[in-house]
């Protein structure tokens, strides 16, 4: 579920020979529904936030202050809607640059009435990078993001080094970060990288539990189905 955008850009990562920065999504071919784009005319001037490289003012752009988890690319929606409906005493800034999934996403936010979601559609490592200020997040979601199946394009990944550490740098102390895929390697790679980072301390032995907020997905059964598992790992940000 990688994180329309900014503006056509390249792969998520591009040969060694030629090394570029990882990207939070990559862009996909889709076509964005009547439905959908209704909701953007109508409803994207109020929970769309534009990028800026500069510091984000949360309650002011949420109108309250509340604890604030970050999600990364939330697919069509459907999942982060359920959460924000669920936990209404949190805000979610979700960074998508897919264009029918941002529509989709403010069609559920327009049907059930939320109010504690923003978009920002761009990359959202640039987003950490420029917009979140250290210790600003409670909690990061990542799910299902893209496992670059093929050995020569583990590099795109986006679970690497550098992201982890930027990530637990913008959390507070207890903060959590909850990440889950269906890829088996993936879910070893993740487990590897997130235990390195020395600001994170898992919460479970190895992969945990799925947390009760997090609902299954159409593509979380949809892997079931084809026998993949699903294997989600929470860490939490060190005093």
Not at 17 to 24: A, D, Q, T, V
Not at 32 to 50: E, I, K
Not at 57 to 65: L, N
Request: charged share 20%; proline share 9%.
């Amino acid at each position: 579920m990688t994180t329309p955008a900014p503006s056509p850009a390249a792969p998520a990562a591009a040969d060694a020979e030629h090394p570029r920065r990882i990207r939070s999504f990559v862009l996909r071919a889709g076509r964005t529904t009547s439905g959908q784009t209704r909701a953007l005319a109508d409803l994207g001037p109020r929970y769309l936030l534009d990028y800026a490289p500069a510091p984000l003012d949360a309650a002011a752009a949420f109108g309250r202050s509340a604890p604030l988890i970050l999600e990364i690319g939330f697919g069509m929606g459907e999942a982060t809607a359920q959460i924000a409906q669920a936990r209404p005493q949190d805000d979610f800034l979700c960074c998508e640059v897919h264009e029918p999934g941002v529509g989709a996403l403010l069609k559920r936010i327009g049907e059930a009435g939320l109010t504690n979601i923003r978009i920002v559609r761009h990359d959202a490592v640039e987003v950490l990078e420029h917009m979140l200020a250290p210790g600003i997040l409670d909690g990061v979601h990542l799910f299902f993001p893209d496992p670059w199946h093929k050995k020569r394009h583990h590099k795109r990944r986006l679970v690497q080094p550098p992201l982890v550490a930027l990530l637990a740098s913008r959390l507070r102390s207890g903060g959590y970060l909850h990440c889950a895929t269906d890829w088996q390697p993936y879910a070893e790679q993740m487990l590897a990288v997130l235990s390195a980072e020395p600001l994170l301390a898992n919460t479970a032995q190895d992969y945990a539990g799925r947390p009760a907020y997090r609902p299954l997905t159409k593509f979380e059964n949809r892997g079931l189905r084809l026998g993949y598992g699903v294997r989600d790992l929470v860490f939490v940000r060190r005093p």
